[in-house]
């Protein structure tokens, strides 16, 4: 089973602040498959990046993916307000997925 | 529009079983891969079993295996998990995804129902 690890635990930053998220891997995401998602309280999580570095449909392009083998970032160029949540990134490279324990991004 | 609407948690007994059921709409439900993923009270999500879009190639996360059995109607556009022997431990809230595509990525999630395992 693959691991992935996600630092750091929480950024505190500004909006219109840059935000960059990382997640390790315990093993080699085979053909990058690494997926980003955010979720907001009390909501189920949204699809973000896909191929470590693919937008999913009508995600804005102050997301962007990168990384390959098993290190990972996502950035957020400038963050807005309903950017501060819980991220987490999945690999789906081999069976079975894995998800990352999280980051949150909180208000400073 | 593109719609998952989970139903059937509540609260079961240590040992006991449930069913889940997911609704699908608002997309060609028998061409996709489906999932079930869950995550605990204030915890972090864990993918739990996944269907192919013919029913085939079930697969499960190890925390599950022999107990949990997901399958899908296509003729009703519905995802099913059963679960029994169920633990403390599978207290969560449960999503039905769709998969995206080729990839194992979920780009349409349900709203979660919610599973209590307690005596």
């Known amino acids: 089973e693959i691991v992935l690890t996600q630092s750091p635990g929480t950024l505190s930053l500004s909006p219109g602040e840059r935000a960059t998220l990382s997640c390790r891997a315990s093993?080699?995401?085979?053909?990058?498959?690494l997926g980003w998602y955010r979720q907001k309280p009390g909501q189920a999580p949204t699809l973000l990046i896909y191929?470590?570095?693919s937008r999913a449909t009508g995600i804005p392009d102050r997301f962007s993916g990168s990384g390959s083998g098993t290190d990972f970032t996502l950035t957020i160029s400038r963050l807005e307000p309903e950017d501060f949540a819980v991220y987490y990134c999945q690999q789906y490279g081999s069976s079975p997925f894995t998800f990352g324990p999280g980051t949150k991004v909180d208000i400073k | 529009q593109v719609q998952l609407v989970e139903s059937g948690g509540g609260v079961v007994q240590p040992g006991g079983s449930l069913r889940l059921s997911c609704a699908a709409s608002g997309f060609r439900f028998n061409i996709f891969g489906m999932h079930w993923v869950r995550q605990s009270p204030g915890k972090g999500l864990e993918w739990v079993a996944y269907v192919r879009y013919d029913g085939g190639n079930e697969k499960y996360a190890d925390s599950v295996k022999g107990r949990f059995t997901i399958s899908r109607d296509n003729s009703k556009n519905t995802l099913f998990l059963q679960m029994s022997g169920l633990r403390a431990e599978d207290t969560a809230v449960y999503y039905c995804?769709?998969?995206?595509?080729?990839?194992?990525?979920?780009?349409?999630w349900g709203q979660g129902t919610m599973v209590t395992v307690s005596s």
């Open positions: 093993q080699s995401v085979s053909s990058n498959s």
């Open positions: 191929g470590a570095s």
């Open positions: 995804a769709k998969k995206f595509d080729n990839d194992d990525v979920f780009d349409v």
